[in-house]
DNA sequence: CTGTTAGCGCCTTCAA
DNA sequence: TTGAAGGCGCTAACAG
């Protein structure tokens, strides 16, 4: 019902020529006569044939496909990486093997095993942190590996995000200009390094830097999702807090719905900052005022850092620091 | 800097005994005294053994690995499509290689001869239509494909979705039964098929049903963006339709707050039934109604049917229509 | 239960 | 500029 495949060695015969020379063509190997090119070319065309990658991969130890760790495709900020990573990867015939990994510590050891025996030539590596386990892995490996929008606290590897804890401290400090004192520090889980090493200690230099003392109980650390945060709405409400700085959108957004809905006037009694600037930040109402992180250009440049790495290029700067901003919206005054 | 890659051979040699019988323990062949697979066992362990999947895939013609061609991951509809497709592909122990194709077709077209170059063993295709190039080309290779979320009009394809039609004149009775008679029918591009074929004949329906006219005046063809919707919200403005179905949750959102901003109160003055139910239809306020789809289930269930498809199992029906629901919530009465 | 022997389809020296 | 030949690492009969 389907003609067989049809290998190099057919198209060699059909052309009069040898596999090797049709591999040169197929190649764009550069010595190979005008004409016989052209009459390989010809026969390609009429069999149809198409190289089988997994046969050059095993051949020439390259498979040119790199592997993709991220917690969740459908978390918008890491979903806007992929999206950035997977342009510049096509963009130089590269495809990609995504693998959830739920931010799971035995996950991400499992899923980095079967990208390494797929043998792909390079990881995108994208989490909250990075485990010492998975740290230990990577060291084991030549495998080419760049983090994407994450955090290396140990900076030993490639990496390209932005400077989370001057992003943070900016926020507090922007808070704190609009006179606030009593102000929230609402993220996810204090085990990853991003909010325990990152955003928190922005946090802390920001009120430091004016001279207002961190205090333990305006700290919470919830889940990234609506419902906590239209939860700790709640929480929120027996504090003395006057604003947040929130570390997700989404979450941000349920502590917006559960203030309003508790009649409390954002931003008029309560100021809100959050951190990611995805497309909810304009859907809510009143509009996120929030960090903006470029999340599509650090999968762009972090994979266009691999392909550099891939191929023996000298990077000049392994710890690439995107531009991050502030766009003012309507939960700040 | 690194032990060399070992391989097969180095195993057996250490284990004293063939490959071929290396070969059998790493693939759970039955096959093997059990005192030799141990033996062989400790020393993969031993070596740090990690078989070639390249190696493997040329030998025995299967990658375990699947395609999976999808519009855009950044669109909420499609990731969570994928993390269907992914955690059941990853239960089964494929990977899958993720290609965004932007809808456009040409990149679908050249995403799938890349997909075939790298010998998948299946493809999952995700998109708002099947265009004829492509079905073309579907037809012409024997790695079995199943359409997840999407439509096929010539009913060759397996495929997983809903009854989008039957949905959407779900949607519009509920509308009509709330008293409107002019009610807008807003969607992406009607060269789509889902929306020429499916969504606007469930609109023609519903209608028909209800004994109203078809005004084409109420028929709305645009992208799937917030702003898009938000500047649609003037247009709708200056006609008479008091109710509007829309065909994706952004674009809703957009219309909703861009009536709201020119004080037309919803649901009260105007209600909107959107269509997919992401996260994004809590946030807004009011509350989006939706019909409810089953995204991570069709994704799931697509990729289970591609596994009996790849191990040449029956598929007793390869058109699954998966429930699908109205969720009422505050911009209907 | 285990070993031998061919390939799988292509790349890549090494010669010619 | 082109061809011959030897792998890449593993699977899969086929013997024994």
Redesign the pocket.
Known sequence: MEKE?I???DVAREA??????V??V??GN????Q???DKVLAVIDRLD????AV??G????KTTTVGVIIPDVTDMFFSELARGVDDVASMYHYNIILANSDDSGTKELQVLENLLAKQVDGIIYMGNGLRDKLRDQFSHTNVPIVLAGGVDEKNQIPTVNIDYAAATKDAVTKLINNGHKQIAFISGSLQQAINQNYRLQGYKAALEEAGIAFDEALVFETQYTYNAGFELANELYGTDATAAFVGADELAAGILNGLTDRGVDVPNDFEIITSINTKLTQITRPQLTSISIPMYDMGAVAMRMLTKLMGKENIENGRLSLPYGIISRQTTR
């Open positions: 495949n290998t190099i060695y009069g020529v040898s596999m090797a020379t591999s040169r197929v190649n550069s010595n190979v006569k004409a016989t090119k044939y198409r190289p089988n046969a050059r095993l051949a020439s130890k």
